[in-house]
């Protein structure tokens, strides 16, 4: 019974073949010996079979050879050197291994995903420094919506993109064209940063603001950032109820560590604040931060400033409200 090659599979097996040959193989070893290249019907179809794999193998960066014999100068024979292929050895620091898992998140659930779940458990499963140093410490970032993949495609071609933005105040749409920068995360949401060719401002644009399509010019129709624009904290969140301003919380020690993690500096407190830690947070988005916190009740007080302090009692009072009226107690 016959069974199909892939060429993925092909290929695979001629790696292994050219890495553990002793000396060289000819094209003759590898039409007997390689899995895949005796379903080639004739001798043209095996050439032409095994030279789009040599192309293949060197666009990928494998270090193929060709060695000839030294009786016979027309008998060519090929094998990978060894020295150009092996990889260094990986020793990743648990700082490093934390920036590649949460590098992973980003293709939580999309195409990508897999892959990405298996390389980050073969560089744990091969670095001493993967031990469990870091937990109590992950930092989860929000799967990318729907526009995330054309807006990156956008950002490598340098494209110019038109979409609906919905503002956050107003809930009013209005069509946007934008030279997109860069993506990135900032308190719990995707944004994507770049020029607003309408305002002639450099803005950030939360995704799940966006409605509809992202459609993406011609490549190159984007001007390369000017380089202090492409800090996103320099840039304001277009449409964002909040501001890009500092709050001040303090913290019960050790407790809302998903609090921490969005703090830029922790001081000890004092004074009445004696036995907490204070945090400074990036406000951005009030209602985001306020929804962090208010889940923290019991161990996150908010300092300043006061919009921020009065959303987030709004909500511990709308939660009382749903839990009702207390039991008169017998």
């Known amino acids: 019974m016959s069974t199909t090659v892939t060429p993925a599979e092909r290929l695979l097996d001629l790696v292994i073949a050219l890495t553990h040959t002793e000396h060289r193989m000819t094209k ?15 001798d043209d179809a095996f050439e032409r079979m095994f030279e789009r794999d040599k192309v293949t193998l060197r666009e990928l960066g494998i270090p193929l050879v060709t060695l000839t014999d030294d009786a016979h100068g027309d008998d060519i024979g090929y094998r990978i050197d060894l020295d150009g292929y ?11 291994i934390g920036v ?16 990405a779940r298996r390389a980050l458990t073969k ?19 929000p799967p990318p919506s729907a526009t995330f993949d054309p807006l990156l495609s956008a950002i490598a071609d340098r494209a110019v993109v038109t979409f609906t933005y919905r503002a956050a105040t107003s809930r009013a749409a209005s069509q946007r064209r934008v030279e997109p920068w860069r993506l990135v995360v900032r308190d719990g949401a995707w944004y994507v940063l770049g020029h607003d060719l309408v305002r002639d401002a450099e803005r950030l644009f939360r995704l799940t603001r966006i409605t509809g399509a992202v459609r993406v010019g011609a490549a190159g129709s ?17 449409g964002a109820s909040g501001t ?25 407190g004092d004074g009445r604040w004696a036995g907490w830690d204070l945090l400074a947070l990036p406000v951005g988005d009030v209602e ?36 009702g009226p207390e039991a008169p107690r017998g």
């Open 222 to 238: 984007a001007v390369h950032p000017r380089s202090a624009a492409t800090d996103e904290g320099a840039a304001s969140v277009d």
């Open 100 to 115: 590649l898992s949460v590098a992973a998140q980003v293709w939580d659930g999309e195409h990508l995903d897999l892959p």
């Open 244 to 268: 890009t301003s500092t709050a001040r919380v303090a913290v019960r020690p050790e407790r809302a560590a998903q609090v921490r993690l969005r703090a830029t500096s922790v001081t000890t």
């Open 28 to 42: 003759a070893d590898v039409r007997r010996h390689v899995n895949g290249y005796s379903h080639a019907g004739n």
């Open 288 to 323: 985001d931060l306020a929804g962090l916190l208010a889940g923290h009740t019991d161990a996150v007080v908010v300092l300043d400033p006061p919009h921020l302090r009065d959303a987030v009692v709004s909500r511990l009072r709308a939660a009382a409200a749903l839990a």
């Open 123 to 141: 560089l744990r499963a091969v670095s001493p420094a993967a031990s469990g140093e870091l937990s109590g410490h992950v930092l989860r970032i």
């Open 86 to 96: 092996d990889l260094p050895h990986v020793d990743l620091t648990p700082a490093e």
